[in-house]
């Protein structure tokens, strides 16, 4: 089965750090989000992208992150200047169509960002 | 507003059925998932609702009332394997954007 594949499993970061999380999606997807997971907390959405823009974005997504699609194949998500409360689990998800029609979203394994 | 609840923990017996809810307070939800997740991994799609009614697929279903703001997931002939967290999470009405439940964490006993 297709997977969204997520790079690195683990990052350490020291606070005020730039990282870059880096996402393959399926390959024939269109739809591309980030959610993140602060430990032992709920799944909370980030930003979706389609057609090379964003077209929805959370409060959490400020102007410390960015998203962006440099080639065919990779999404990444920039954050410029780490902050303590940005450790979570980040996840890439991907759909084929808009989720509401019925195209499911599949996440990949995640990135546990640790920023010290 | 778009809060999702469900329960926190449940626990069950090996080979039994369980249910767990999903109550929902929203506007412009345009459809139900349920995902599974063990400790430290990814969602994992488990069903999708956008009509009401039930939708069955093996071992798992899934019910929706929309009228309601209802929903459950039911697991049969539980496994060891189906202990984890289930999360309920309805798709915003941008269509783009899912919205979690806390999810409930299932702790499946021999």
């Known amino acids: 089965e297709p997977e969204v594949t997520q790079t690195p499993s683990h990052q350490v970061t020291q606070m005020g750090q730039e990282v870059i999380l880096r996402c393959v999606p399926i390959s024939n997807h269109l739809y591309f989000y980030w959610y993140r997971q602060i430990l032992g907390q709920k799944v909370e959405f980030l930003v979706s992208?389609?057609?090379?823009?964003?077209?929805?974005k959370s409060e959490i997504f400020d102007d410390q992150f960015s998203v962006e699609r440099p080639d065919g194949s990779n999404f990444t998500l920039k954050i410029r200047s780490t902050k303590l409360e940005d450790s979570a689990m980040y996840f890439c998800?991907?759909?084929?169509?808009?989720?509401?029609?019925?195209?499911?979203?599949?996440f990949g394994s995640g990135t546990r960002l640790t920023v010290v | 507003g778009q809060n999702i609840d469900q329960p926190t923990e449940m626990t069950a017996t090996e080979g039994a059925i369980v249910q767990i809810n999903c109550t929902y307070q929203t506007s412009g939800f345009n459809g139900l998932f349920w995902y599974q997740q063990h400790a430290g991994e990814a969602p994992t799609f488990l069903s999708y609702n956008v009509l009401d009614g039930l939708e069955e697929k093996g071992r798992f279903s899934s019910f929706l009332s929309r009228s309601k703001g209802y929903s459950y997931l039911l697991l049969k002939e539980l496994q060891m394997k189906d202990s984890a967290s289930y999360l309920c999470?309805?798709?915003?009405?941008?269509?783009?954007?899912?919205?979690f439940g806390a999810g409930t964490r299932l702790a499946v006993h021999p």
């Open positions: 998800a991907s759909s084929e169509a808009q989720g509401g029609s019925g195209g499911h979203f599949t």
């Open positions: 992208f389609y057609n090379n823009e964003i077209s929805e």
């Open positions: 999470a309805g798709i915003s009405g941008g269509y783009n954007k899912l919205i």
